[in-house]
């Protein structure tokens, strides 16, 4: 593959600074060439293994050669005819296949966006009209979008809230279940009926929104009977149970989605990321009486559901099967588990290793104690590993969490090698 040899990365950072709003954030002083499956090639001609893929949205791999070609076989039909103007068969058979693929035996529908917080606005405004109540409970260290009531959503402050008020009213917060940092099942639960009685009543609660596992926040799993127990409280009160599986879907856990481990139905699942293998399109599925509430012209976007959005997601849909995609993340789960608890013996930084199937991710502290999370170390293992040619990216409500989000479709060698290079690069920042 060519490259501009005038091209390094610290020239495009200058060009950077100097053109692009500061509060774009980058991980990496590192410009992208060109990228394959896991692995990816910057300006300078250097190679990295990737394990953040691109956070969450490549499962099937850099440039999958099927996602490639459904989308170029896409590229010389139509491009764009708005689904709301001229509809496309793709998006069709795109909803029949993911709504096949949800949890629930009841009817179930649709509808495409392009971003994950858009789908999760949708997923809001069509719980709102459903029930005819306004109120919503998201939870502590949830990162839902960066949209108005996404951030609203979102139980993190800094940099995703700040100073980007007023936002919408009706949303309230509980404390997600954390047994490393102290709050059980039974004191979040508590919080919710503490909300109930002091801030909402139940009766004027649309939604309860979570993730199965919190992404940015730090990769903590749901306990499986903690979202049962929210299932009987929306089923007790009429509530709309909303699962964000932006980043958890589309296979990261293991299974299709998350909310499958725990055995709980959900009433409307968002989707975004993985979906679509690098391509920008984005899912709201549910229950099909919820899904209609709105009227016709209530929902929708110019380009919400592209058709090449929907091609790129038919054919991921197609490599899981082909490939038995699920079967291999779990399998990688395993590897990545057990290198990391390999690590973690040789490392007192590791607190604690966990996650869910290939969703894994270590968590650093001091001397090994929760209440001292250490950013610094997170931040110095990142930019050591980067160095050394991995691609680590951190996340949790207190910098200090490692999350991997390698894709599924990595050989063994090379989640080996990247684990090698997290060892060294731990060897020399500790
Ligand atoms: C769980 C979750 N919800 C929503 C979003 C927002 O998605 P997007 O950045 O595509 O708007 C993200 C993005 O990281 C996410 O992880």
Same mark, same amino acid.
């Given at each position: 593959?060519?490259?501009?040899?005038?091209?390094?990365?610290?020239?495009?950072?200058?060009?950077?600074?100097?053109?692009?709003?500061?509060?774009?954030?980058?991980?990496?002083?590192?410009?992208?060439?060109?990228?394959?499956?896991?692995?990816?090639?910057?300006?300078?001609?250097?190679?990295?293994?990737?394990?953040?893929?691109?956070?969450?949205? !490549?499962?099937?791999?850099?440039?999958?050669?099927?996602?490639?070609?459904?989308? *170029?076989?896409?590229?010389?039909?139509?491009?764009?005819?708005?689904?709301?103007?001229?509809?496309?068969?793709?998006?069709?058979?795109?909803?029949?296949?993911? *709504?096949?693929?949800?949890?629930?035996?009841?009817?179930?529908?649709?509808?495409?966006?392009?971003? =994950?917080?858009?789908?999760?606005?949708?997923?809001?405004?069509?719980?709102?009209?459903?029930?005819?109540?306004?109120?919503?409970?998201?939870?502590?260290?949830?990162?839902?979008?960066?949209?108005?009531?996404? $951030?609203?959503?979102?139980?993190?402050?800094?940099?995703?809230?700040?100073?980007? =008020?007023?936002?919408?009213?009706?949303?309230?917060?509980?404390?997600?279940?954390?047994?490393?940092?102290?709050?059980?099942?039974?004191?979040?639960?508590?919080?919710?009926?503490?909300?109930?009685?002091?801030?909402?009543?139940?009766?004027?609660?649309?939604?309860?929104?979570?993730?199965?596992?919190?992404?940015?926040?730090?990769?903590?799993?749901?306990?499986?009977?903690?979202?049962?127990?929210?299932?009987?409280?929306?089923?007790?009160?009429?509530?709309?149970?909303?699962?964000?599986?932006?980043?958890?879907?589309?296979?990261?856990?293991?299974?299709?989605?998350?909310?499958?481990?725990?055995?709980? !139905?959900?009433?409307?699942?968002? $989707?975004?990321?993985?979906?679509?293998?690098?391509?920008?399109?984005?899912?709201?599925?549910?229950?099909?009486?919820? $899904?209609?509430?709105?009227?016709?012209?209530?929902?929708?976007?110019?380009?919400?559901? *592209?058709?090449? =959005?929907?091609?790129?997601?038919?054919?991921?849909?197609?490599?899981?099967?082909?490939? /038995?995609?699920?079967?291999?993340?779990?399998?990688?789960?395993?590897?990545? /588990?057990? =290198?990391?608890? /390999?690590?973690?013996?040789?490392?007192?930084?590791?607190?604690?290793?966990?996650?869910?199937?290939? $969703?894994?991710?270590? %968590?650093?502290?001091?001397?090994?104690?929760? %209440?001292?999370?250490?950013?610094?170390?997170?931040?110095?293992?990142?930019?050591?590993?980067?160095?050394?040619?991995?691609?680590?990216?951190?996340?949790?409500?207190?910098?200090?969490?490692?999350?991997?989000?390698?894709?599924?479709?990595?050989?063994?060698?090379?989640?080996?090698?990247?684990?090698?290079?997290?060892?060294?690069?731990?060897?020399?920042?500790?």
């Amino acid at each position: 593959m060519k490259r501009d040899a005038n091209l390094t990365n610290a020239g495009l950072m200058a060009r950077r600074k100097a053109a692009i709003a500061r509060g774009v954030g980058q991980v990496h002083e590192v410009f992208v060439d060109h990228a394959r499956n896991s692995e990816v090639w910057d300006v300078e001609g250097r190679r990295y293994i990737d394990f953040a893929g691109g956070i969450a949205v !490549v499962n099937t791999g850099h440039c999958h050669p099927k996602v490639l070609a459904a989308v *170029s076989a896409q590229l010389q039909r139509y491009t764009h005819t708005c689904f709301q103007l001229l509809a496309y068969e793709p998006y069709v058979e795109l909803a029949e296949r993911l *709504s096949h693929k949800v949890p629930g035996d009841f009817e179930k529908k649709a509808m495409f966006l392009s971003t =994950g917080a858009e789908a999760v606005e949708n997923a809001i405004k069509i719980a709102r009209v459903h029930t005819r109540r306004s109120g919503v409970i998201a939870f502590g260290g949830s990162f839902h979008g960066r949209t108005n009531m996404a $951030m609203a959503l979102t139980g993190k402050v800094a940099p995703y809230k700040s100073g980007f =008020g007023p936002f919408p009213s009706g949303i309230f917060h509980a404390p997600f279940p954390n047994a490393l940092h102290g709050v059980s099942v039974d004191d979040s639960l508590h919080a919710i009926e503490h909300l109930f009685k002091c801030d909402i009543g139940p009766e004027d609660v649309a939604a309860i929104i979570i993730e199965p596992v919190q992404g940015e926040g730090g990769f903590y799993v749901a306990p499986f009977d903690f979202l049962r127990s929210l299932r009987a409280l929306c089923d007790r009160h009429g509530i709309v149970l909303i699962v964000d599986e932006i980043q958890t879907g589309a296979g990261r856990t293991g299974t299709w989605l998350a909310i499958e481990h725990a055995g709980v !139905v959900p009433d409307i699942v968002t $989707m975004a990321k993985s979906m679509a293998g690098g391509f920008p399109i984005s899912a709201v599925i549910g229950r099909a009486d919820i $899904m209609d509430a709105p009227a016709p012209g209530g929902l929708g976007g110019t380009y919400a559901g *592209s058709p090449l =959005g929907c091609a790129a997601a038919l054919a991921v849909l197609d490599v899981f099967d082909e490939e /038995q995609l699920l079967e291999r993340g779990r399998h990688l789960g395993e590897r990545l /588990q057990l =290198g990391l608890r /390999q690590l973690a013996a040789r490392h007192r930084s590791i607190g604690e290793v966990r996650g869910l199937g290939p $969703m894994v991710a270590i %968590e650093l502290l001091v001397d090994g104690r929760p %209440e001292k999370p250490d950013a610094d170390l997170t931040k110095r293992l990142c930019a050591e590993a980067l160095r050394r040619g991995l691609i680590l990216l951190s996340c949790g409500v207190y910098a200090n969490v490692i999350r991997i989000l390698v894709p599924l479709t990595v050989s063994d060698e090379i989640v080996d090698e990247g684990l090698r290079i997290l060892g060294d690069s731990l060897a020399a920042t500790t």
